[in-house]
């Protein structure tokens, strides 16, 4: 600002702070995907996706409370996947992540036939399961937790041009069910798209449906309502912009993924409605209407 000495972007007096540079704990990643709220354990968990010249990806975590930082390793277990999403459940105990394959042939290794689903347990530090919910399918993108143990996840379908919903039990480790849609939901694996920041949002509304953005025609997006129990869907309408995002607070519901955010007052979510989605704190850029 004029008149005023400028400051290291790390200080104390910097706004915006840097708390913390990852990409010297991750590998050369440059895209952070932040995972808000924070954990069980307090950390804010992050995915740091590496590309250009690099192939995968890191966990990694900052603490708010310390401003201690650390990097998940992973002694291999994401050779060959690239993140597709990520999300708390349990409670925050533990992470979901899903992946597609990207083969990286700066390691040892063939590309695995499936993308996989990962569960991360935020308290022992480590990998609790790995699984495959879709054999034939090569890149998994949004999911969410639905009711316990159970977890509805969307996929590119084999074709590439279509998504397949599935719906996986954590307990059994098998896929309960599974119904293909016409169209692309989240986006596609494409360069940079394949990850939650530039993907269209896949969560829980207030009405106990998952609301997600699938592409329409060029320039816009369709969100679609989907039913956990058989994975059916319920157009919402179609909207100006690509990789939107969602927030629901106090009955209303707040779109973002175009030069302005868009609000809709008064829609019939169910019961219910007053409770925000996720905090407002963590969603970037909603300003204006």
Not at 76 to 100: E, S, V
């Amino acid at each position: 600002m004029p008149d005023r000495p400028g400051v290291p972007i790390d200080s104390a007096q910097s706004n915006p702070r840097r708390l913390h540079y990852f990409s010297g704990d991750t590998g050369g990643a440059h895209i952070g995907v932040c995972m808000e709220p924070p954990a069980a354990d307090g950390r804010i968990y992050l995915i740091a996706r590496r590309h250009r010249y690099f192939y995968g990806f890191a966990l990694a975590w900052f603490d708010p409370a310390t401003y201690a930082t650390g990097a998940f390793k992973d002694d291999g277990a994401f050779n060959h996947y690239q993140i597709g999403w990520m999300a708390l459940i349990d409670g925050g105990r533990k992470l979901a992540i899903t992946t597609y394959v990207q083969y990286n042939k700066q390691l040892p290794g063939t590309a695995p036939e499936s993308a996989a689903l990962f569960i991360f347990d935020v308290k022992e530090q480590k990998i609790t399961g790995k699984y495959i919910p879709l054999a034939d399918c090569r890149a998994l993108l949004g999911v969410v937790q639905t009711a316990p143990d159970q977890l509805v996840g969307t996929a590119v379908a084999p074709d590439g041009n279509s998504s397949v919903l599935y719906r996986f039990n954590l307990r059994t480790g098998k896929t309960e069910q599974t119904r293909p849609y016409p169209g692309l939901i989240c986006g596609t694996p494409r360069g940079d798209l394949g990850v939650p920041v530039r993907t269209s949002d896949f969560l829980v509304g207030p009405d106990g449906l998952i609301w997600a953005g699938a592409e329409a025609d060029a320039g816009r997006t369709m969100i679609v309502r989907f039913e956990p129990g058989d994975l059916s869907d319920h157009p919402a309408g179609t909207v100006s912009g690509k990789n939107i995002r969602l927030l629901f607070n106090g009955g209303q519901l707040y779109i973002s993924g175009a030069p302005t955010v868009r609000r809709v007052k008064d829609y019939p979510f169910g019961g219910g409605a007053g409770k925000a989605s996720r905090p407002l704190s963590s969603r970037a850029g909603l300003a204006g209407e």
